[in-house]
C-alpha cells in the first residue's frame, strides 16, 4: 500500500502519522495568560531535541481550522506562551493518565482544567507559570522560537530548572531508576495510550 502525503487530506494526513508513529511521550504543559489564569493541556506531538542547552518541542494545533476567510484560532497553551513566553512540561505516570485527558477538553479560556480533575499547582522557580503539583516530573521552560508551517505551529524551548519526584533520581550520577519511572505514552489517534512498565535493556557496543 502506497499513499501520496501531499494529496492526503490533513485530517486523514494527521490520522495516519498519528496512529503509526507511536509510542510518543506526552508533554502536560501549564501557562498563564495576561490575567495570570492558568491552563493546562496535553500534547503527544513532543519530544527532548538537545541538552545544550536543553532543548524540548511541542506542537500545539489550532482550536480550528480557519474558515470563510477568518485565521484560524490558536489554542491557548500556543496563545499564552506568544504572551509571555513561558511555559512548563510535565510527564505523565499511569496513576495521572485520566487527569491527563479530562484537561484536554475544549474549555473557555480562563477555566481552571487543573481544579475540574482535582488537581493543584505549586509555584515554579524560574518563571511565572506554575507546576502542577502531583506531577512526578515538571520541566520549567522558556521560549526560544515558534515557527510556523502551514497550519503546524511548532514551539521550541529551553529547559531551565527540573523538579523529579524523590527516588526516581540518583543523586549521584543522575540516572533514572527506570523500574520506577514507567510514564505512559500516546498510540493511535483518537483514543489509543500504552504503559510503558515492561521494558528490556540491551547494551549498546563500546
Given at each position: 500500500?502506497?499513499?501520496?502525503?501531499?494529496t492526503?487530506?490533513?485530517?486523514?494526513?494527521?490520522k495516519?502519522?498519528?496512529?503509526l508513529?507511536t509510542?510518543r511521550?506526552i508533554?502536560w504543559?501549564t501557562?498563564?495568560?495576561g490575567?495570570g489564569?492558568v491552563?493546562?493541556?496535553p500534547f503527544?506531538?513532543f519530544?527532548?531535541?538537545?541538552?545544550n542547552?536543553?532543548l524540548?518541542?511541542?506542537a500545539?494545533?489550532n482550536?480550528e481550522?480557519?474558515?470563510?476567510?477568518?485565521a484560524?484560532e490558536?489554542?491557548d497553551t500556543a496563545?499564552?506562551i506568544r504572551?509571555?513566553?513561558?511555559?512548563?512540561i510535565?510527564l505523565v505516570?499511569?496513576?495521572l493518565?485520566?487527569?491527563?485527558?479530562?484537561?484536554?477538553?475544549s474549555?473557555s479560556a480562563?477555566e481552571d482544567?487543573l481544579?475540574?480533575?482535582g488537581?493543584?499547582?505549586?509555584?515554579s522557580?524560574?518563571?511565572?507559570?506554575?507546576?502542577?503539583?502531583?506531577a512526578?516530573?515538571?520541566i520549567?521552560?522558556?521560549e526560544?522560537?515558534?515557527?510556523e508551517i502551514?497550519?503546524?505551529?511548532l514551539?521550541?524551548g529551553?529547559?531551565?530548572?527540573?523538579?523529579a519526584?524523590d527516588?526516581?533520581?540518583d543523586e549521584?550520577?543522575?540516572?533514572?531508576?527506570q523500574?520506577?519511572?514507567?510514564?505512559?505514552?500516546r498510540?493511535?489517534a483518537?483514543?489509543?495510550?500504552?504503559?510503558?512498565n515492561?521494558?528490556f535493556e540491551?547494551?549498546?557496543p563500546d
Amino acid at each position: 500500500m502506497e499513499i501520496d502525503l501531499e494529496t492526503l487530506k490533513p485530517a486523514d494526513c494527521y490520522k495516519l502519522l498519528a496512529s503509526l508513529v507511536t509510542p510518543r511521550p506526552i508533554a502536560w504543559i501549564t501557562t498563564i495568560d495576561g490575567l495570570g489564569r492558568v491552563n493546562a493541556a496535553p500534547f503527544s506531538f513532543f519530544n527532548v531535541f538537545g541538552s545544550n542547552p536543553p532543548l524540548v518541542a511541542f506542537a500545539p494545533g489550532n482550536k480550528e481550522p480557519a474558515r470563510n476567510g477568518k485565521a484560524a484560532e490558536a489554542k491557548d497553551t500556543a496563545r499564552n506562551i506568544r504572551e509571555n513566553g513561558e511555559f512548563v512540561i510535565h510527564l505523565v505516570p499511569g496513576e495521572l493518565a485520566q487527569a491527563m485527558v479530562a484537561t484536554s477538553a475544549s474549555l473557555s479560556a480562563g477555566e481552571d482544567e487543573l481544579a475540574s480533575v482535582g488537581l493543584t499547582t505549586t509555584p515554579s522557580l524560574k518563571i511565572a507559570p506554575p507546576r502542577i503539583l502531583e506531577a512526578p516530573i515538571a520541566i520549567e521552560c522558556k521560549e526560544h522560537q515558534t515557527i510556523e508551517i502551514g497550519s503546524n505551529r511548532l514551539v521550541i524551548g529551553i529547559g531551565l530548572h527540573l523538579y523529579a519526584k524523590d527516588g526516581l533520581l540518583d543523586e549521584n550520577n543522575y540516572h533514572v531508576n527506570q523500574k520506577d519511572w514507567t510514564p505512559i505514552g500516546r498510540m493511535g489517534a483518537p483514543d489509543w495510550y500504552t504503559h510503558t512498565n515492561d521494558l528490556f535493556e540491551i547494551e549498546r557496543p563500546d
